[in-house]
């Protein structure tokens, strides 16, 4: 069994910053892509940034030069800073992880976190 667990988000000013975690757990035998999406109310979850294996990492265009997606290969951990927040960054976001479990070795499945909050204010 694979778990993720999420923190970091919260309420801030724009032009604030946060910094949202995601660490896996579980019987892991290899990770590819680790990354970020997000659902606004009303609004399609949309990919706001992933990063591979091997660290090659894309972004959407809205959050270009001010999210930093990040990981930590030891701890299964998943970082996104976000700097210079704008209200329209508000939104649940949620991690996704490419995992695969030590009893199906190269088998990859999706992952999902539980959800941050993240809200923006004016």
């Known amino acids: 069994q694979v778990q993720l667990v999420e923190s970091g988000g919260g309420l801030v000013q724009a032009g604030g910053s946060l910094r949202l975690s995601c660490a896996a757990s579980?019987?892991?035998?290899?990770?590819?892509?680790m990354g970020w999406y997000r659902q606004a109310p009303g609004k399609q979850r949309e990919l706001v940034a992933v990063?591979?294996?091997?660290?090659?990492?894309h972004y959407a265009d809205s959050v270009k030069g001010r999210f930093t997606i990040s990981r930590d290969n030891a701890k299964n951990t998943v970082f996104l800073q976000m700097n210079s927040l704008k209200p329209e960054d508000t939104a649940v976001y949620y991690c996704?992880?490419?995992?695969?479990?030590?009893?199906?070795?190269?088998?990859?499945?999706?992952?999902w976190g539980q959800g941050t909050q993240v809200t923006v204010s004016s």
């Open positions: 996704k992880q490419e995992i695969a479990e030590i009893a199906t070795m190269l088998v990859f499945k999706d992952y």
């Open positions: 579980g019987s892991i035998f290899s990770i590819n892509d």
């Open positions: 990063i591979s294996s091997v660290g090659r990492t």
